[in-house]
Structure formats: C-alpha cells, structure tokens
C-alpha cells in the first residue's frame, strides 16, 4: 500500500476529516507559510486524533532545541526537514525522519545521495517558496530517482493526477498539501476523500 500524508493541518475539522480517511500521516507547519500553526492549536489538534496516527512537524531550518521543544510540548512522532538541513542535523533526532529534497532539475537529485539514514521526500523547487507551491516537477526526474532509492513523492499532487504519478512513478508515498484546499489552510473534504480514493486505485491496479 501507497504511504498517504495530508499536510499543512491548521486546525481540528480538518485534522479528524483527514484522519477519517484512513491516511498513514498528517503534517503540521512550523515555519512561514500561508498554513504555518502555532504549537498550542497543534497540541490542541495531535491531543484528538488517533494514536497510530504519525504526526508530523515539518520545519525549514530551525534550531534543535526548538524543533526538540515543538515535539515534546506537541506529541510530535514524525519530523520533516525543508530547509537546508544536513544530515548531521537530521540524525539528531529518535523519531522518522523525512528530509525534503527541492527538485530544480536533474542536478537536485546530487542531495538526496547525501542522507542515507533519513526518509527522502521530493518537492518541486520554487523560489522564495519551501513547499505547497501546487505545481509538480517532471516525474522523469522522479524515475531516475527511483533507481537509486525509494522516497515520497510531493509537489503539485491532487485528486486529477495523484493516480498516475503513483502507477507512473511507483514511490513509497505521497504527500499532499495545496491540492486538497480549498485555499491556503483550509481542506477540502471532498478533494481529500476523492485524493485517497485514486491512491487506492493506482494501488490496486499496479499490483
């Protein structure tokens, strides 16, 4: 099965909707961004949801004993890395780990040799922008980097073109932010259900 994570969670409706779709993690923004959450609503939020349920910090270069504090004060169990992180700073951490890596171009693909001990996690390159730009980058370039490593496939996902990245592209997830909004921080129950639907059916028919 296609490892799903809705991220950009800004408030409760939208955290028990996503987590009622049987997806594997929801993702929580502590940086700047249009659905970046303050620790005391994400705590508010994580306190409510299931607790097989991965949840997800998503930081751009933070210190470590601020991303340290966020978990413990949140219940964090998953972290994601968008900034320029090494990957000295992402062993720092006892919990999975996903470092996102920026697709520009093919050259991109250089980083994502650096961290072998880390979950890797594409998005598309944006300028001035780390993440939920809402436009995919080439999936060729995700194939040839599936020939080194497995990852999760982000950047311009959503319910019209998640099923053929995933039959296309093969990965181990997919994570989603922009394209089940309704706008910038709000979801979208709708495109969220219709979104895990089509991941089924990729799943279902590549076998």
Not at 11 to 16: A, Q, R, T, Y
Not at 86 to 105: H, L, N, Q, T
Not at 155 to 168: D, F, I, Q, S
Not at 171 to 176: A, K, L, N, T
């Amino acid at each position: 099965m296609v490892w799903i994570k809705i991220c950009g969670i800004t408030n409760l409706e939208d955290g028990l909707n996503a987590a009622s779709l049987g997806v594997d993690a929801l993702g929580f923004i502590f940086a700047a961004s249009p659905r970046r959450i303050e620790p005391e609503l994400a705590k508010k939020i994580i306190q409510a949801l299931p607790q097989a349920l991965m949840k997800v910090g998503v930081f751009v270069n933070e210190d470590q004993e601020e991303v340290q504090r966020i978990i413990e004060y949140c219940g964090l169990n998953g972290l994601q890395f968008h900034g320029e992180e090494s990957p000295e700073f992402c062993r720092k951490f006892p919990y999975p780990v996903f470092k996102a890596i920026r697709i520009k171009d093919l050259e991109s693909l250089k980083d994502m040799e650096k961290y072998h001990d880390v979950s890797i996690l594409l998005d598309t390159y944006s300028r001035g922008q780390v993440g939920g730009t809402g436009n995919p980058f080439p999936w060729e370039i995700a194939l040839i980097a599936k020939e080194k490593r497995d990852f999760i496939l982000s950047g311009g996902l959503n319910p019209l073109n998640v099923r053929e990245a995933t039959k296309k592209v093969r990965p181990r997830g997919v994570d989603v932010s922009s394209g089940v909004e309704w706008f910038p921080g709000k979801k979208d129950l709708s495109k969220m259900v219709e979104f895990v639907k089509e991941v089924k059916k990729a799943d279902e028919t590549t076998g």
